[in-house]
Nanobody, 116 residues
């Protein structure tokens, strides 16, 4: 059973920065992308950033120019660098691994709170 372990969340003032990290406990077959999603209180899960094995990274419009996804899909490691954070970025952030066949994997979530 592969587990995704996230770290790096916390409390930050508006305008500040945070880096989220995610590492898988083992190898993942048929991996086709890694990414981050978030869920704010009372809102639906939202895709924040996606890093495909092939192709360019994709971002939600609300974070373009402020967030950067990076990592190594071969090592099943992904990071999310968040800059110029806003109160509306407050959410639980989930790392996930998308596979071309079989179940996807999700992390347990890490809380990011931005104080205004």
């Amino acid at each position: 059973q592969v587990q995704l372990v996230e770290s790096g969340g916390g409390l930050v003032q508006a305008g500040g920065s945070l880096r989220l990290s995610c590492q898988a406990s083992g190898s993942v077959s048929l991996l086709n992308a890694m990414g981050w999603q978030r869920q704010a209180p009372g809102k639906e899960l939202e895709l924040v950033a996606l890093m495909p094995v092939a192709g360019s990274a994709k971002y939600a419009d609300s974070v373009k120019g402020r967030f950067t996804i990076s990592g190594d899909t071969a090592k099943v490691t992904v990071f999310l660098d968040m800059m110029s954070l806003k109160a509306e970025d407050t959410a639980v952030y989930y790392c996930y691994v998308s596979r071309s066949l079989g179940r996807d994997y999700w992390g347990q979530g890490t809380q990011v709170t931005v104080s205004s």
